[in-house]
């Protein structure tokens, strides 16, 4: 039921990608969704696509892969439906070959844009975002923020299994009746799941408080994020990529 | 009767929780399930209701299988009280609270007012039934926890961890409880690592440890055993120790709880002055 929640669960594993630099990562990130933006042809869009798989394989984070695609498909088939109509009633009530190309190359997008961002999040510790965030000067209380946040989410799941069985104990069935009826079945999750929320970041506020939280104006941190000699060259061939991709694109017209 | 039969369950996250899991639990038993944390004790009670369903095996409650009725229907049986009584308290009123569970079962209002009435007076939460659930303490809290379950008379109570916040008061009046629900008729299973609480009310005890059943007997039997408890990361209690030290088991009593001592003393003395 709380699969969704499933893939911001960070699992550690140890592969080449996991060790990479988070910044290179984010790299990655950034020119890869920079050339699935700029292009937008079919065979462009299925070639960024597939360009992400061997990464995927790489990070053997494959099974959670195909779980967040899986999640991003009802989406992408809106986003399908959506052009497909769009492109028939401004190509007076007819449907191109070259509509239903662009349809379909705007559902791989998506696709492509969230295999993207697996990528990272599948293979960037809590940690090592935090590190990042803060190296690239954002305050450390937001980098907290975010990363906390990300950090409870498997416990909120968990939290939210518990309260749903304890309630489904008591004789709810959230399946039953109108949908009225259903939204109105969920009060009784909603409302320990909030009240339990809030006690809890307020208990960590105060655990955090009693461990000195904010007490020097300077942090430093036990690990420091170093770039390797593999990181530079990686981020290097990213940039040269993003500059062949825009040439490619503005002088050769490419699309 | 609850029978669990050859049971095996695995999260779906990989984590095999329960492995070949065999018991029966017959109508109007005392059962206490012991064990480590994550030793699956939790997981197993959650088959019961069918909250969960086996991945091989199967648990049949009054010879109908869980896999083939709803959750609703069975809860009317099995009753749960969890844990963690933040996990179910969200009405206005503790009146409306405890009225949660019959207004899903569809009780008519007027039995649904007696049955409140009944069961407020019998956990001592009269004065406060116009309150929020929020506003009560801890103890309280799990005793309406208790309440909104007892209130629609499951025949097994199943309750996980009850003790866990209430101060020796409340415990001494939550074993009375317990042990009056059971003289009426009802089973009772509770998961706990309280051992004392345990040596009080003397059930059969299930120890588990990593998904195995690893003894299943009397109180008497089991919680002397040192070093079976200690297998599952638990201690006899205090009293068993310190009669262990004594040599007193291998003499054949079972001595568990200040009671039992103290009738083995008494003799003791009554034989020094008779002599």
């Given at each position: 039921m709380l699969s969704f929640l499933e893939v911001f669960r960070f699992r550690r594993r140890d592969s080449p990608i996991h060790r990479m630099d988070p910044r290179v990562k984010a790299l990655y990130v950034f020119v890869a969704s920079i050339i699935s933006i700029i292009y937008y042809s079919l065979t462009a869009m299925i070639t960024i696509f597939i360009s992400t798989i061997p990464l995927i394989a790489i990070a053997k984070v494959h099974r959670e892969w195909i779980r967040s695609l899986r999640g991003a498909l009802f989406l992408t088939s809106m986003i399908v439906v959506v052009n497909m109509f769009a492109g028939y009633l401004s190509g007076g009530l007819t449907l191109t070959v070259e509509t239903v190309s662009y349809a379909f190359s705007m559902g791989l997008r998506f696709l492509t844009f969230t295999s993207i961002f697996s990528i990272f999040f599948l293979t960037t510790t809590p940690e090592d975002l935090s590190l990042a965030l803060e190296k690239l000067k954002v305050p450390y209380d937001y980098c907290f923020a975010f990363t906390s946040a990300i950090r409870f989410v498997p416990d909120l799941a968990l939290e939210i299994q518990t309260v749903i069985d304890a309630q489904r104990s008591r004789g709810l069935e959230l399946e039953k009746g109108n949908i009225v009826r259903r939204i109105r079945n969920y009060i009784p999750i909603l409302i320990p799941v909030f009240i339990r929320s809030f006690t809890r970041s307020i208990e960590l506020a105060e655990a955090m408080e009693a461990r000195g939280?904010?007490?020097?104006e300077k942090r430093t941190s036990i690990y420091e994020l170093n770039m390797k000699h593999s990181d530079y060259a990686i981020a290097s061939f990213l940039l040269c990529i993003l500059a062949i991709s825009i040439l490619l694109r503005v002088y050769a017209n490419w699309y | 009767m609850i029978e669990v039969r050859r049971v095996y369950f695995t999260y779906p996250g990989g984590v095999e929780a329960l492995r070949n899991i065999n018991l029966a639990i017959g109508k109007g038993e005392l059962v206490a399930i012991m064990g480590e944390n994550g030793a699956g004790k939790t997981t197993l009670i959650k088959m019961f209701n069918g909250l969960l369903k086996p991945t091989k095996g199967c648990v049949v409650v009054d010879g109908v299988d869980t896999k083939e009725t709803s959750v609703a229907e069975l809860s009317r049986k099995v009753g749960i009280v969890f844990q963690n009584p933040e996990h179910q308290l969200f009405a206005e009123t503790i009146e409306d609270e405890i009225a949660f569970a019959l207004r899903n079962f569809g009780l008519p209002e007027g039995e649904i007012a007696r049955r409140i009435d009944s069961i407020l007076k019998f956990t001592g939460l009269e004065k406060y039934r116009?309150?929020?659930?929020?506003?009560?303490s801890g103890g309280e809290k799990k005793r309406l926890a208790l309440a909104s379950i007892l209130v629609f008379d499951p025949d097994y109570l199943v309750l996980d961890e009850?003790?866990?916040?209430?101060?020796p008061e409340q415990k001494d009046r939550l074993l009375d409880f317990l042990l009056e629900v059971n003289r009426r008729g009802k089973t009772i299973v509770m998961v706990t690592h309280d051992v004392e609480f345990v040596a009080e009310c003397k059930p059969r005890v299930i120890l588990m440890r990593r998904g195995e059943i690893i003894a299943d007997g009397p109180a008497e039997k089991i919680l002397i055993d040192e070093e079976l408890m200690r297998s599952t990361s638990l201690l006899p209690p205090q009293i068993s120790l310190f009669a262990s030290k004594l040599n007193l088991h291998r003499s054949g009593y079972a001595l568990l709880n200040v009671d039992d001592a103290f009738k083995i003393l008494l003799n003791f003395l009554r034989d020094e002055c008779l002599c």
């Open positions: 939280y904010g007490a020097s | 116009g309150l929020s659930p929020f506003t009560l009850p003790t866990i916040g209430q101060d």
